[in-house]
């Protein structure tokens, strides 16, 4: 596919997606971090987690991966119907 950029400008294109691309992550992992630890962790009386906070933030970080992960799949199944539905109205 030409996209009638030079090769300079595809890498600095390139470069920016991909630094995008990691601020992106990185503020969904903060969130990920912040959630959690707003909802397990409640109890500063020792510098050492309980096993019931360890337990609520596994449980936490697993959810809110699977739910990334779901919507991810499912953000992708829409974009493939749309993508094959302006297909068939071009044809």
Same mark, same amino acid.
């Given at each position: #596919?030409? +996209?009638g950029l030079t090769q300079a400008e595809n890498r600095q294109l390139e470069a =920016?997606?991909?630094k995008r691309q990691v601020k992106? !992550? #990185?503020n @969904? !992992? *903060?969130n990920l @971090?912040?959630?959690c630890f707003t909802a397990c962790v409640d109890d500063f009386t020792s510098k050492a987690m /309980? /096993? =019931?906070e360890n337990g609520c933030i596994s449980r936490c970080v697993l959810k809110s991966m699977s739910t990334? +992960?779901?919507l991810g799949e499912r953000f992708g199944e829409?974009? *493939?119907a749309m993508a094959q539905d302006m297909q068939n109205r071009q044809n």
């Open positions: #596919m030409d +996209t =920016r997606l991909q992106e !992550f #990185m @969904v !992992f *903060a @971090v912040d959630n /309980s /096993s =019931r990334q +992960t779901r829409l974009n *493939a």
